[in-house]
């Protein structure tokens, strides 16, 4: 064995460089001499080989160039936390002497000895150690937790690790760390080639040691099962599970009882489906009782059924959706974005983006009048009594019959095929009003849907001879009495906030 290689070095991780990878040979390897170690690189792309050297099988690799063999002298087995800790904030031994060497400071040309410097120095190390809160050893070669307690004397006050892509050789080196942490808030594991290093889910099998644990970070670690966390992981507010190749939606049931479970990160993990089977057309779900904020965006959800789903979740305000197959399904990406819009009701961010009053009240109602027909041949009618339609359009628009409640069923004009979009189908016909002149007599204009607030602004300067900057418009519906809908937004359209021919347009200023 070479001299300074561990006797444990087969199956280490380790990092040559900025490269990571595992050890599965250690030997000879002929015709050269002297010991060699063969890595399988976490990326493939740093390999030659499959572990094969001149016809001879020495290790085998999941990739075809995935592997290498190195000298040992190359290869950085790691060290363990507290030490990575000290290398990383300026508390190891080579940095506590400023002056002088061992327990010696030069003044001038005098050298003077302290006696017991040394004790000092550790005692000043212990204190700094004891302040951090907030540590990060991201990319430190971290691959132990060095001796049992250690860290809990030393690092009383913890909140925050940073863990991610380092050497780090099993859940149980994780726990061996997190555990002696006792008010453990945020964990972060992430790393993007981690499938060498963990093999399962078993972060939820050994968080008894994290009680106050409240976000936890494992994307990209090739996570293909999740396990049920009875009992653990209570306190959890976030968890990002991105980047994992996930089986499918039900396996979200396992983790939809974290009571606390906020935000959910599911970017990228090959769901194509999300379901709640607990609860009916209309109704909420038990499951992620907390949950306020989802990203399932960079997934394989084809059908609009998983986001009639999504309205199930008591909770929910904020949702990432794109990147899904079922985008393509709408052409216009602001009639995509009135769907999803009005399947949500508890909706106010979509894609990052704030959805204003004006804006939902359009996406409903332009979404009961485009589902009306269907909803007519499918058994509807405006007479409750006889309003029953069928359990395939309620599966299809559970949200429909919600929407009549809250505005009234289509009527039957509204509900006549559109005729194709010429300019004159495209002008409305709108009364304009001056509530703050009364003298003024109302003008009857026909403006183009697509005309934006500032240009109506423009239109009406010239005909009030009021600056444009200083009108506020507002409008009220010939179908809904007694609401009046700010135009809020300069540069949207009039088809934006739902105007109909036959509406009322107020101007104040």
């Not at 999941?62 to 063999?69: A, L």
């Not at 006696?115 to 809160?133: I, Y």
């Not at 555990?179 to 399962?200: C, G, I, P």
Request: include cysteine; glycine fraction near 6%.
């Amino acid at each position: 064995m070479a001299a300074g290689l561990p006797p444990d070095a087969l199956g280490r991780r380790v990092a040559c460089g900025t490269d990571y990878g595992t050890v599965r040979y250690v030997g000879s390897v002929s015709p050269t001499a002297g010991i060699w170690l063969g890595v399988e690189w976490d990326d493939p792309q740093r390999g030659k080989h499959d572990g094969s050297y001149e016809g001879t099988q020495y290790f085998k690799c999941r990739h075809p160039k995935g592997g290498s063999f190195i000298r040992p002298n190359k290869a950085n087995f790691g060290v363990d936390f507290l030490t990575a800790v000290k290398d990383r904030y300026g508390l190891n031994d080579k940095q506590d002497v400023q002056c002088g060497t061992g327990n010696t400071v030069v003044f001038g040309t005098k050298t003077v000895e302290f006696v017991g410097m040394d004790s000092v120095a550790e005692q000043q190390r212990q204190v700094q150690l004891n302040k951090l809160v907030d540590i990060s050893v991201r990319e430190c070669a971290v691959s132990h937790a060095g001796q049992e307690e250690e860290i809990s004397r030393t690092c009383a006050n913890m909140r925050h690790i940073n863990l991610s892509k380092n050497l780090i050789p099993s859940w149980e080196t994780v726990v061996a760390i997190a555990s002696q942490v006792q008010n453990l808030e945020t964990l972060n594991v992430r790393y993007k080639y981690s499938y060498l290093a963990f093999s399962s889910f078993g972060v939820l099998l050994c968080a008894q040691g994290w009680p106050v644990l409240e976000e936890l970070y494992l994307s990209s670690n090739n996570i293909a099962v999740l396990e049920r966390p009875d009992n653990v992981l209570q306190t959890l507010k976030l968890l990002d599970l991105s980047d994992n190749q996930l089986l499918d939606g039900n396996q979200l049931h396992l983790i939809a009882q974290l009571p606390r479970l906020e935000q959910l990160i599911l970017r990228n993990t090959g769901i194509s489906s999300i379901h709640f089977p607990d609860a009916g057309f209309g109704c909420k779900t038990k499951m992620f009782p907390s949950l306020k904020r989802l990203a399932i965006n960079d997934n394989k959800i084809s059908k609009w059924s998983s986001i009639n789903e999504l309205d199930k979740l008591p909770s929910l305000r904020a949702l990432q959706c794109n990147n899904n197959p079922f985008v393509d399904t709408e052409k216009n990406p602001e009639t995509l974005k009135q769907l999803i819009i009005a399947k949500i009701s508890q909706l106010e961010v979509l894609n990052n983006c704030e959805i204003l009053p004006a804006e939902r009240r359009g996406a409903e109602l332009d979404y009961r009048k485009i589902f009306g027909k269907d909803w007519l041949e499918a058994g509807g009618h405006w007479n409750p009594e006889k309003n029953k339609p069928s359990e395939e359009f309620l599966a299809a628009h559970p949200r429909y019959p919600a929407l009549c409640l809250k505005y009234g069923a289509p009527e039957e004009g509204e509900l006549r095929a559109q005729q194709p979009l010429t300019l004159k189908n495209q002008l409305l016909t709108l009364t304009i009003k001056c509530p703050e002149k009364p003298e003024q007599k109302p003008v009857e204009k026909k403006l183009p849907e697509s005309m934006t607030i500032q240009k109506v602004k423009g239109l009406l300067y010239r005909l009030f001879k009021i600056p444009g900057s200083d009108l506020k418009l507002s409008y009220k519906s010939s179908k809904l009495e007694g609401k009046e809908v700010e135009l809020d937004n300069d540069l949207k359209p009039l088809q934006f906030y739902s105007i109909e021919s036959g509406d009322c347009v107020l101007v104040r200023w």
